[in-house]
Nanobody, 116 residues
C-alpha cells in the first residue's frame, strides 16, 4: 500500500511558475515510476510527465521545454515554467510499484489555475 500526497498547486498569472511536489509513503521501495497527469474541465485526463526508476523521462508535447520532472527518493517534483492558461487543470500524482505485478496509486489532485 502506498499513500500519495501532493502539494504546490495554486493560482498564477500567465508566464509564471509553480512547483508541484508529490510524496509517496508506505510500501515504496520498489517504485517503478512516478508521474503527473492533469484533467481540465470537459477534457480527458492526460499524461503530463513521468520518470522511471532509471531516471528516464517523458513529457507531453504541450509541456516540453517548459516543465521539468525530477525525483528525490520517494518524492517527485514538477517544475512548471512559462505557464499558460491552457495549463489550468487538476494535477494528479501517479505512483507505480512492482510486487509481482504493477500497482497504481494516485494522489488526491491539486488545482493549478493560470490566469491570462
Amino acid at each position: 500500500q502506498v499513500q500519495v500526497v501532493e502539494s504546490g498547486g495554486g493560482l498564477v498569472q500567465a508566464g509564471g511558475s509553480l512547483r508541484l511536489s508529490c510524496a509517496a509513503s508506505g510500501s515504496t521501495f520498489r517504485i517503478n515510476s512516478m508521474g503527473w497527469y492533469r484533467q481540465a474541465p470537459g477534457k480527458q485526463r492526460e499524461l503530463v510527465a513521468f520518470i522511471n526508476s532509471g531516471g528516464n523521462t517523458n513529457y507531453a508535447d504541450s509541456v516540453k521545454g517548459r516543465f521539468t520532472i525530477s525525483r528525490e527518493l520517494n518524492t517527485v517534483y514538477l517544475q512548471m515554467n512559462s505557464l499558460k492558461p491552457e495549463d489550468t487543470a487538476v494535477y494528479y500524482c501517479n505512483v507505480m510499484t512492482w510486487n509481482g505485478k504493477l500497482n497504481n496509486y494516485w494522489g488526491q489532485g491539486t488545482q493549478v489555475t493560470v490566469s491570462s
